[in-house]
């Protein structure tokens, strides 16, 4: 099956830093999705997001399809934004995750 | 509110009595999923269904059954839970086969088999 990665796997910063994030996978894709689970373990959409580039509010994604990649950025980061960040594939019936990567932001 | 609903939220029970966690979404979707996420292990598919009567296995079936008889239902049944099925549980839907288009999760089912 597709294999998802995400890096890097930890991540901590200061209030107000930028960042990226980056997805990588290993076969052509239909969908992908970059999601947010808070402190409280719920998943909130991101951004679905096959190919090009989005933006909503201080954060934005990029997928460049052809090189099998996305791009997470945040910036001006608030600890609001602490958490872990999924990246997901559709493959096969089913969203294929990626292991993600733990944000921390400190005040 | 577009939305996926799952209850309960928290469950606490025992090993053996079964139990029945609901899923609903309000937005006509023809594809929904279950997922339960372990630490180290990450979010794995345990069934999922692209339509009404349809429902096929994902990757961790064994231990579950669901359901499919309405569009906006997918119920998760537990019928002999053991404490390896302790996990976070979520449900999710998307239109059409979820090929192309985006998912969306619910708030999650902690549960907790002792």
């Known amino acids: 099956g597709i294999q998802v990665e995400q890096s890097p796997p930890d991540l901590i910063l200061q209030e107000g830093a930028n960042s990226t994030l980056r997805c990588n996978f290993s076969d052509s894709v239909n969908n992908l999705q970059w999601f947010h689970q808070n402190p409280w373990g719920q998943l909130i959409n991101l951004f679905y997001i096959p190919s090009g580039t989005k933006q909503n509010g201080r954060l934005s994604a990029t997928t460049v399809a052809t090189e099998r990649y996305s791009l997470l950025y945040i910036s001006s980061s608030q600890t609001t934004d602490s958490g872990v960040y999924f990246c997901?594939?559709?493959?096969?019936?089913?969203?294929?995750f990626g292991a993600g990567t733990q944000v921390v932001v400190t005040p | 509110e577009a939305q996926v609903t799952q209850n309960p939220r928290y469950l606490i029970t025992v090993t053996g009595k079964k139990l029945t966690v609901t899923c609903s979404q309000n937005?006509?979707?023809?594809?929904m999923s279950w997922y339960r996420q372990d630490p180290g292990l990450g979010l794995r598919q345990i069934y999922y269904?692209?339509?009404?009567?349809?429902?096929d296995k994902g990757d961790v079936p064994e231990g579950y059954k669901v359901s499919r008889k309405e569009k906006r239902n997918f119920p998760l049944i537990l019928e002999s839970p053991s404490p390896n099925q302790t996990s976070l549980y979520f449900c999710a839907s998307s239109s059409r086969t979820g090929d192309y288009n985006e998912q969306f999760f619910g708030p999650g089912t902690r549960l907790t088999v002792l």
């Open positions: 937005m006509n979707h023809e594809y």
């Open positions: 997901a594939v559709h493959s096969w019936g089913k969203l294929q």
């Open positions: 269904s692209m339509n009404v009567e349809v429902t």
